[in-house]
C-alpha cells in the first residue's frame, strides 16, 4: 500500500523560502512518478512540479525559475524547494504519486493515483 506524507510547510514572509517534504512508502516499482500539487482556497488544484524516479522534471510556469523539485532516493523522499515565495503561493501543498515513469510532466488531478494528507503554506506580503 502506498503512502505519502508531507510536511514542511509553515508562515513565511514574502520573498522568503521554505521547504516541503515527502516520505513515499509502498512504491515498489523501480521507476515511478511523484508530483507536488497546491489547492488556494477557492480554486482547483494545480500541478506545481512534477518528477521520476530517472530524474526528469517539469515545472508549472508560475513556479519557474523559484522552485526545485528533487528526491532523495536512499531516504524514499521527494522535496520541494520553495524560493522568493509570493503571497499568491499560499495554499495548500500536496505531494502525489503513479506507479508509472511516465506522468511526471502531466499536471492533472487524474494523472496522479495516490495523494498525501496536505501541508499548509501561507506566505505573508
Known amino acids: 500500500q502506498v503512502h505519502l506524507v508531507e510536511s514542511g510547510g509553515g508562515s513565511v514572509q514574502a520573498g522568503e523560502s521554505l521547504r516541503l517534504s515527502c516520505v513515499v512508502s509502498?512504491?515498489?516499482?523501480?521507476?515511478?512518478?511523484l508530483a507536488w500539487f497546491r489547492q488556494a482556497p477557492g480554486k482547483e488544484r494545480e500541478g506545481v512540479a512534477g518528477?521520476?524516479?530517472?530524474?526528469?522534471?517539469a515545472y508549472a510556469d508560475s513556479v519557474k525559475g523559484r522552485f526545485t523539485i528533487s528526491q532523495d532516493n536512499a531516504k524514499s523522499t521527494l522535496y520541494l524547494q520553495m524560493d522568493s515565495l509570493r503571497p499568491e503561493d499560499t495554499a495548500i501543498y500536496y505531494c502525489?504519486?503513479?506507479?508509472?515513469?511516465?506522468?511526471?510532466?502531466?499536471?492533472?488531478?487524474?494523472?496522479?493515483?495516490?495523494w498525501g494528507q496536505g501541508t499548509q503554506v501561507t506566505v505573508s506580503s
Open positions: 509502498g512504491m515498489t516499482s523501480s521507476g515511478y512518478s
Open positions: 518528477q521520476n524516479t530517472y530524474g526528469n522534471a
Open positions: 502525489a504519486a503513479h506507479r508509472s515513469p511516465h506522468r511526471w510532466k502531466r499536471f492533472g488531478r487524474n494523472d496522479y493515483a495516490y
